[in-house]
């Protein structure tokens, strides 16, 4: 079973069980692991509860597919985005349960948590910096400070819409100067 | 590889950022969990988005500063006073220096500007308009990581309290 196989290859193997079990859901793993981390990423803000998400919902993905119970790619990734979404609940749920000693800590341990792709602090300072005031300010409160559009466009009192565009030509910039080879940055 | 109905950078911009509406959001998720290449597009927004979420700024409040020591962040702090030309040796067991910038009278409420100039250009480093500062302490603490390296070692700090007041230098020449 080649790892490019497409879903309903994978799907088939793994309910068929046999020789191909293993490879096809190590196949079917490395496909969604990826995919599933960005969906637990965007909605918990977090790199190891991310992880979380990717075990939680591979366990249950796997489970589904040996029992035959999804077999259609499109029900795949239905399957898949309903299991991301209980997971998310399930862990927001327990965070709430645990009680944390307080945001703050959680925000600071996230500033020094290890993101997966590592960006130097001076790289990241240098484009920022490249940036014009305006755009930089609206990438530092979405983004660092975590304030809703309506919120960003009140403290720099422009609309919302403004905002919005503002916020996508910024992040392509910051990512292209994050990209580029050293003599090229700003 | 490719992908009939690719989602653009700005949907994935405004999806990241919380600005779709639950329909559409759910829609660009379906789709994300089924495609490679735009969710490989939206990898780039998370990671660029995450760098930004997790950086310590240049500037940070006392609040942001407890609840680092509080994760466990090694941090040393190295007072300065107004006018001071200080001599600053990064140690290797410290993973962030606070350079506490001291002596200022900040009312609670009040405006700091914070610029940062390279001593040998007088070419800008960075600029803070509504700088974080420790009114109880009188001072403003410029977060220094061991990856500035990379930048202009000696700098200038200027503080400016209140609009039209005069700045308070520092001058901070570094030893990574």
Same mark, same amino acid.
Request: charged share 25%; hydrophobic share 45%.
């Given at each position: 079973?080649?790892?490019?196989?497409?879903?309903?290859?994978?799907?088939?193997?793994?309910?068929?069980?046999?020789?191909?079990?293993?490879?096809?859901?190590?196949?079917?793993?490395?496909?969604?692991?990826?995919?599933?981390?960005?969906?637990?990423?965007?909605?918990?803000?977090?790199?190891?509860?991310?992880?979380?998400?990717?075990?939680?919902?591979?366990?249950?993905?796997?489970?589904?597919?040996?029992?035959?119970?999804? $077999?259609?790619?499109?029900?795949?990734?239905?399957?898949?985005?309903?299991?991301?979404?209980?997971?998310?609940?399930?862990?927001?749920?327990?965070?709430?349960?645990?009680?944390?000693?307080?945001?703050?800590?959680?925000?600071?341990?996230?500033?020094?948590?290890?993101?997966?792709?590592?960006?130097?602090?001076?790289?990241?300072?240098?484009?920022?910096?490249?940036l014009g005031?305006r755009a930089r $300010?609206v990438v530092?409160?979405?983004?660092?400070?975590?304030?809703?559009?309506?919120?960003?466009?009140?403290?720099?009192?422009?609309?919302?819409?403004?905002?919005?565009?503002i916020?996508?030509r910024a992040?392509?910039?910051?990512?292209?100067?994050?990209?580029?080879?050293?003599?090229?940055?700003? | 590889? !490719?992908?009939?109905?690719?989602?653009?950078?700005?949907?994935?911009?405004?999806?990241?950022? %919380?600005?779709?509406?639950? *329909?559409?959001? !759910?829609?660009?998720?379906?789709?994300?969990? &089924?495609?490679?290449?735009? !969710? %490989?597009? *939206?990898?780039?927004?998370?990671?660029?988005?995450?760098?930004?979420?997790?950086?310590?700024?240049?500037?940070? %409040?006392?609040?942001?500063?407890?609840?680092?020591?509080?994760?466990?962040?090694?941090?040393?702090?190295?007072?300065?006073?107004?006018?001071?030309?200080?001599?600053?040796?990064?140690?290797?067991?410290?993973?962030? *220096?606070?350079?506490?910038?001291?002596?200022?009278?900040?009312?609670?409420?009040?405006?700091?500007?914070?610029?940062?100039? !390279?001593?040998?250009?007088?070419?800008?480093? %960075?600029?803070?308009?509504?700088?974080?500062?420790?009114?109880?302490? &009188?001072?403003?603490?410029? *977060?220094?990581?061991?990856?500035?390296?990379?930048?202009?070692?000696?700098?200038?700090?200027?503080?400016?309290?209140?609009?039209?007041?005069?700045?308070?230098?520092?001058?901070?020449?570094?030893?990574?």
């Amino acid at each position: 079973m080649k790892a490019e196989a497409p879903d309903g290859a994978l799907l088939a193997a793994i309910a068929l069980g046999g020789a191909g079990l293993r490879e096809a859901e190590r196949a079917l793993c490395r496909r969604y692991a990826p995919r599933i981390r960005l969906y637990g990423l965007r909605h918990l803000r977090d790199e190891e509860r991310a992880r979380d998400v990717v075990q939680t919902v591979l366990l249950g993905v796997l489970q589904a597919a040996r029992e035959g119970r999804v $077999r259609e790619p499109e029900q795949l990734v239905r399957f898949v985005l309903g299991t991301c979404r209980n997971a998310v609940l399930r862990l927001r749920e327990l965070d709430r349960r645990a009680e944390p000693a307080s945001n703050e800590v959680l925000v600071a341990a996230a500033g020094m948590e290890t993101p997966r792709d590592p960006v130097n602090a001076a790289v990241l300072l240098r484009c920022l910096g490249s940036l014009g005031d305006r755009a930089r $300010r609206v990438v530092e409160l979405s983004f660092h400070e975590e304030l809703e559009s309506d919120e960003v466009a009140e403290r720099l009192e422009i609309t919302r819409g403004n905002v919005r565009v503002i916020r996508h030509r910024a992040l392509a910039a910051l990512r292209a100067c994050l990209d580029a080879p050293v003599r090229e940055r700003a | 590889m !490719s992908c009939a109905s690719a989602l653009s950078w700005e949907t994935l911009v405004d999806w990241w950022a %919380g600005d779709l509406d639950d *329909a559409a959001g !759910s829609s660009v998720e379906e789709h994300l969990l &089924g495609c490679d290449v735009c !969710s %490989g597009v *939206a990898g780039r927004v998370a990671a660029t988005a995450e760098a930004v979420r997790t950086m310590v700024p240049p500037v940070v %409040g006392p609040d942001r500063l407890a609840g680092l020591v509080r994760a466990g962040v090694r941090i040393l702090e190295n007072p300065i006073a107004p006018g001071q030309i200080n001599d600053f040796h990064f140690p290797r067991n410290t993973d962030l *220096a606070v350079h506490v910038l001291g002596g200022l009278v900040i009312p609670a409420g009040a405006r700091v500007e914070v610029t940062l100039r !390279s001593l040998a250009t007088g070419n800008l480093l %960075g600029h803070v308009e509504d700088a974080p500062f420790d009114a109880r302490r &009188g001072a403003v603490y410029l *977060a220094c990581q061991r990856d500035y390296a990379q930048l202009d070692h000696d700098l200038v700090a200027e503080v400016r309290v209140g609009k039209d007041e005069p700045a308070t230098e520092y001058t901070i020449l570094h030893h990574f």
